[in-house]
C-alpha cells in the first residue's frame, strides 16, 4: 500500500497566486524529500527534511516537517510559469538502504 | 549535474521483440533504480540493487529482468515485448545512506 498520502493530486493556478502540497503519513518518518518534475522531463530533487518542525526555503519554496515527522508541505509563493510540473514527496522506512517511496504527486498549472 | 545515463531515449518496437535498456552512472553509486512511469502518474518502483550482483523485484509486478554484474551499470531487459509495456521508463540511483536519488531521462518505450 502507499507509504504516504500527497494532496492535492491537481491544482491549477493563475501566475502569482500561491500553492501548497501536503504528504501525510499514519507513521513517523525518519526524513522526507522533494522532487520537481518537469513535464517531459525527469524528477529532480529538491531539498531532504530530516528534523521535527524543520522549515527550510529556497527562493519562493517553502519546505516544512511537521513536529510530529509525520507531515510535510512544500509552499511556493507568488507562482510563476517556470513552476509548472509535478511535485513529489518520497519517504523511506527509516531504513539506510535508501529505498524510497514515492507520493503520487501534485500536477501544478499555471496559468500566465 | 548528475552523471546517470539512459539509452534509448525512444523506442518504439513490435509485439514479441526482446528488448534491453540501458542505464549507467558515473558516480561511482552502490544503489540503483528502475522506475516505471506512465504520462502524469505517479512512480513505480519495479526493480532495485543495492550493489552488484544484488537485485531485488519492486512493488509494481513487471515482466522484465535486470541485472548488476557491473556497479555502473544496470540494464533492463524485456524478454517479449507487448503493448502493455509501453510506458516511460526511468532509471535512478543513489549513494549511501538517504542520500537523494539521481534520475536519468528515461526510455519512451512504444510497443505496437
Known amino acids: 500500500g502507499q507509504q504516504v498520502m500527497q494532496i492535492p493530486q491537481y491544482q491549477h493556478v493563475q501566475e502569482g497566486e500561491d500553492f501548497t502540497t501536503y504528504c501525510n503519513s499514519s507513521?513517523?518518518?525518519?526524513?522526507i524529500q522533494w522532487y520537481k518534475q518537469r513535464p517531459g522531463g525527469h524528477p529532480v530533487f529538491l531539498i531532504q527534511?530530516?528534523?521535527?518542525?524543520e522549515v527550510k526555503k529556497q527562493k519562493r519554496l517553502t519546505f516544512q516537517f511537521g513536529e510530529a515527522k509525520k507531515n510535510s508541505s512544500l509552499h511556493i509563493t507568488a507562482t510563476q510559469t517556470t513552476d509548472v510540473g509535478t511535485y513529489f514527496c518520497?519517504?523511506?522506512?527509516?531504513?539506510?538502504?535508501?529505498?524510497?517511496?514515492f507520493g503520487r504527486g501534485t500536477q501544478l498549472t499555471v496559468w500566465p | 549535474e548528475a552523471d546517470i545515463y539512459q539509452t534509448p531515449r525512444y523506442l518504439v518496437i513490435g509485439t514479441g521483440k526482446k528488448i534491453t535498456l540501458e542505464c549507467s552512472q558515473t558516480?561511482?553509486?552502490?544503489?540503483m533504480y528502475w522506475y516505471q512511469q506512465d504520462p502524469g502518474m505517479e512512480l513505480h518502483l519495479i526493480h532495485y540493487?543495492?550493489?552488484?550482483?544484488?537485485?531485488e523485484k519492486g512493488d509494481l509486478s513487471s515482466e522484465s529482468t535486470v541485472s548488476r554484474i557491473r556497479t555502473e551499470h544496470f540494464p533492463l531487459t524485456l524478454e517479449s515485448a507487448r503493448p502493455s509495456h509501453t510506458s516511460q521508463y526511468l532509471c535512478?540511483?543513489?549513494?549511501?545512506?538517504?542520500?537523494?536519488?539521481?534520475f536519468g531521462d528515461g526510455t519512451r518505450l512504444s510497443i505496437l
Open positions: 535512478a540511483s543513489s549513494g549511501t545512506g538517504n542520500q537523494p536519488q539521481h
Open positions: 518520497a519517504v523511506d522506512r527509516g531504513s539506510t538502504l535508501g529505498r524510497l517511496y
Open positions: 527534511l530530516v528534523k521535527s518542525g
Open positions: 507513521t513517523t518518518l525518519s526524513n
Open positions: 558516480m561511482g553509486h552502490d544503489k
Open positions: 540493487s543495492y550493489g552488484v550482483n544484488s537485485t
